[in-house]
C-alpha cells in the first residue's frame, strides 16, 4: 500500500507540474515550478490521505483537470476537459464531485479573467457552452459507475426527509 501511495504522491507532483509549466508558459524558472509542485504533492490533504489510497486519485487529475480547462480556453478543445473529468468521477465518485464544482469555479475564473468587457463576454459565450456540454458528457460516460451507486444509495433506509436534520431532538439515546 505504500508503494502505490508513494507513487500517487509522485503523480500528483508530476500532473501539477505539468500544470504549471502550461499555465506559466516558460516565464517561470524550472526550479520555482518543481517546488510548487513539490508543495502541492506533499500538502497535508494528501499527507492525511496517504492511507487511503482511493482519495488521492482526484488529487492526481485535479491539475489535468485545470490543465484541460486552460486548453479549452485558449483552443477551444472540449475532449481533454471530457476525458478528464470523467476519469476524475469514475475513479472516485465524492472527490470527483468536489472536483467538478471546483472545475466550474476555475472555468468561470479563467472565463471572466480573459473576458472583461459584455462584448467579449457575449462573444465568448460558445465556451460556456463547450463546458457545460462537457461537463454533461463526463457524467454521462461516468454512468455505469454512477447508476449502481445510486440504485445502492436508494436501498437504504433512512429517517423521514429532511426535518429529522432540522430538529435538535436527538435520534438515538
Known sequence: IMLV?????GFCGLTSYL??????????????LLLLSTIYALSSYNMMYMLNIMWLDSAVLAPLVCLSIDYLQRKRKIAPYILTMAGTIFCNYYTGCMVGIFSALYFLWTFFQENTTK???????????QFM???MLALGI???????????????????????FLTLKTECS
Do not use: M, N
Not at 461516468?142 to 429529522?164: A, E, M
Open 133 to 135: 456540454l462537457g461537463a
Open 119 to 129: 462584448q467579449e463576454i457575449w462573444k465568448a459565450k460558445k465556451k460556456i457552452l
Open 5 to 9: 501511495a508513494l507513487l500517487k504522491i
Open 142 to 164: 461516468s454512468t455505469c459507475i454512477l447508476l449502481p451507486v445510486l440504485k445502492d444509495i436508494s436501498d437504504v433506509r433512512v429517517s423521514p426527509g429532511i426535518q429529522s
Open 19 to 32: 500544470y504549471f509549466s502550461y499555465h506559466t508558459k516558460g516565464k517561470t524558472k524550472q526550479t520555482f
